[in-house]
């Protein structure tokens, strides 16, 4: 939502007895549009990314415990119409309380497993080649690159699927 007004436009026609639009549809975007304010959030490329069929879609995180990696798939969704499956840290699944919004939100526990089953569904998997490392490094190497693991190439030779 590039305009105010389309925002207060959405949001007024949401009624009270309907309160998931709220969450799914308003929340996201209100959330993204702050969050893209406040980082200077630029996202480039998105003409690479394929209208259909799988791909792995493989950023490097900036740091900031994953935050990057829902405000990444918001703007690939903006921009392509299409979600993303993103690969997630094991934690976000250990209890109900984390487990139910990581699920909602299109987040699937990383392994090769999982990321194997939503390749063959022809979907976009976001996954983050530093693994924990990248996610949880200290704010001071917020920008540096960790070490990637090599797991994804080897998903992506497998599945005959680029790399983006």
Known sequence: MKNPKDFLNLFSSLTNDNSE?????????FVAEIARKYFRLQVEGTENIPRRGPALICPNHSGYSGFDALLLAHEISKSTGRIPRVLTHHLWFATKATSV???????????????TAQLKKNNLVNLFPEGEYGNFKPTVERYQIQEFKRGF?????????PII
């Open 21 to 29: 639009n709220l969450i799914y549809r308003v929340f996201p975007h």
């Open 101 to 115: 919004p990581a699920e909602k939100l299109g987040f699937i526990e990383a392994n090769t497993a999982n990321a």
């Open 153 to 161: 190439i080897r998903l992506a030779i497998q599945r005959q699927c």
